[in-house]
């Protein structure tokens, strides 16, 4: 079996639920891998949710690293390089020579995301984000997905299923997006996710071509001036682009046996600190309610997420 790296992006202010996901993530995970790349992004954003508690977290980010590495000897912690030679190098990769954005108009991850790809020992990479819970634990699913990246021209990545799955088949997304793949609990989609995916780093570049930063609408570049940020599109929005434009797919698929499948927190509040140990828990052990089932992002049935519903209501009322 080709080796895989499994490569996860990590911020200072991930710390708070990075303590416990970050462990959960390589219990599940790196019983299928080779190595375990931890790319830490130490340039602050500006005015942005991605700059929050910055200086206070960062230490205990950095403990919590260290922790890992003395426990794992596949451990690997980088620093994102954006030093000139080397966004250089991942602009001529990735991006053709034209200009490799630092990051998003949000203030979001964008030069890291392709340093942590480029940055992998092994040419298969599963990459996540920081926040991903992971359900099934199948310990064959990488090797599942390679396969099909090697059998089909068509795929750019490959992801576990959204969300746990449900007994009929479907799944909570948007039809308009994606289409059955013809396997059981496979689908292909359009659009492409940076939460989650497994790509070959040298078919990805083939397929995709030359990528190209694209200036995020009038209304959010007047936003990341004001905020001191970049004024681009998030990366996984231009390379749906590309997707749509060459007939490209993503394919989401459970595989064999219990599978693999993830979850995305969508929200940040005490409740869900509170109550994170224990989704992480029934997440492992599979005890995932109906209402769940199908859905990407955590239901209210295992977050009261009420709390933060309410203060972004008072927020936009005060806009």
Known sequence: MNPVTLQINLAPTDHP?????????????????????????LHRSQGSRFAEAWLERKPKMERLLDELRAADPRVRVVEVDYSPATTRALSERFFGGTHLPMKDSRGGPYHSYFFGVSEAAHRHVLHLDADMLIGGGSPTWAAEAMEQLASRE???SCSPLSGPPRADGT???????????????????????????????????????????????????????RAGNPPYREPENLITRVMMHKRLWRLDFLGSGQGLWTLHPQYRSPTFYERLPELIARVESGDMPDAQRGQENVHDCLVDWSDVRAARKRWYHRK
């Open 17 to 41: 639920h990075a303590r416990l996901i970050l462990p959960h993530q390589l219990r599940q995970l790196g019983p299928s891998v080779q190595e375990i790349l931890l790319v830490l992004d």
């Open 154 to 156: 068509e795929l750019v």
């Open 171 to 225: 799944v909570g997304v948007d039809a308009r997006w994606y289409e059955p793949d013809g396997a059981a609990q496979a689908f292909r989609f359009r659009r492409f996710s940076s939460r989650v995916f497994l790509v070959d780093r040298d078919a990805l570049t083939r397929r995709l071509g030359p990528l190209r930063a694209r200036l995020a609408p009038p209304i959010h570049v007047l936003r990341a001036l």
